[in-house]
């Protein structure tokens, strides 16, 4: 396994410095993974630029530095999986900058932004997959869309765990009230009981005011009736007294 023991002291001083600015600027879109026990190895992730087939997507790329470095250039290579004309398939990328452009005092931050900069414009004049620079020079809606599907399947940002837990809590809940709401629509509804005494004393006050409404014009009516009854009903006791009389007096003749 490569250490920093491979570098020069003066490159390893040089390199922490470098590695140490990019981890407190990182440049837009790049974050660089730091490992301070070797730094003949650096990764770093790589967001798709907006508005290109590889927006949304975050890609991991690494660079490997030789022991001469930075006399000559690190070797890139994308681990993630990339539909791109200047990247093969293994993963190895094509850029001048890491190629006859090396130029030792470019350092790390120029390096990564150039590769950054390949997503937005991509070089199908120097392909490593050809496939890619064909079909970007000669149908880029059919490039894009395969460059797409790839982000897509391999590239895609991961979600944010702490969201995901509070929306499945929310979905939970709303589930829970779903069941507790469809359970309570299929018990069939009790008629709300009433107690004995409000029960009584409203059938008792509805019963003394059926009784003080009789009892008002009705027994008016009745005590009419009686008083126009009264006078005949006590002559016909006296009619039957004399009628008897007549007949003794009848016999008696």
Not at 10 to 32: C, H, M, T, Y
Not at 34 to 56: L, Q, W
Not at 97 to 106: C, E, R, S, V
Not at 115 to 141: D, H, T, W
Request: glycine share 6%; net charge positive; charged share 25%.
């Amino acid at each position: 396994m490569a250490t920093n023991e491979n570098l020069p002291p003066n490159v390893i001083r040089q390199l922490a410095k470098e590695l140490k600015n990019l981890d407190e600027s990182p440049p837009e879109g790049i974050n660089v993974i730091v490992n301070d026990d070797d730094f003949t190895t650096i990764f770093a992730d790589i967001e798709g630029p907006a508005g290109t087939p590889y927006e949304n997507g975050v890609f991991r790329m690494k660079l490997l530095l030789s022991r001469d470095f930075p006399q000559s250039p690190p070797k890139g290579f994308f681990l993630t999986k990339i539909f791109h004309p200047n990247i093969a398939t293994s993963g190895e990328i094509c850029v001048n900058t890491l190629k006859k452009d090396w130029n030792p005092g470019l350092g790390l931050r120029h390096v990564l932004l150039v590769v950054r900069c390949l997503l937005i414009e991509p070089f199908p004049e120097s392909a490593l997959n050809e496939q890619a620079g064909k079909m970007l020079l000669e149908n880029y809606e059919e490039y894009a869309r395969h460059a797409r599907l790839y982000t897509g399947i391999h590239a895609l940002k991961p979600k944010n765990k702490s969201k995901t837990g509070a929306i499945s809590e929310s979905t939970t809940a709303l589930n829970v009230d779903k069941s507790s709401t469809a359970s309570s629509e299929n018990t069939p509804s009790m008629p709300p009981a009433v107690s004995t005494s409000t029960s009584s004393r409203a059938f008792g006050t509805n019963l003394q005011d059926q009784n003080q409404t009789v009892s008002g014009p009705a027994a008016v009516g009745a005590a009419a009736a009686r008083k126009k009854d009264g006078p005949m009903a006590s002559k016909a006791p006296l009619d039957k007294k004399k009628m008897e009389a007549r007949k003794k007096s009848l016999k008696r003749l």
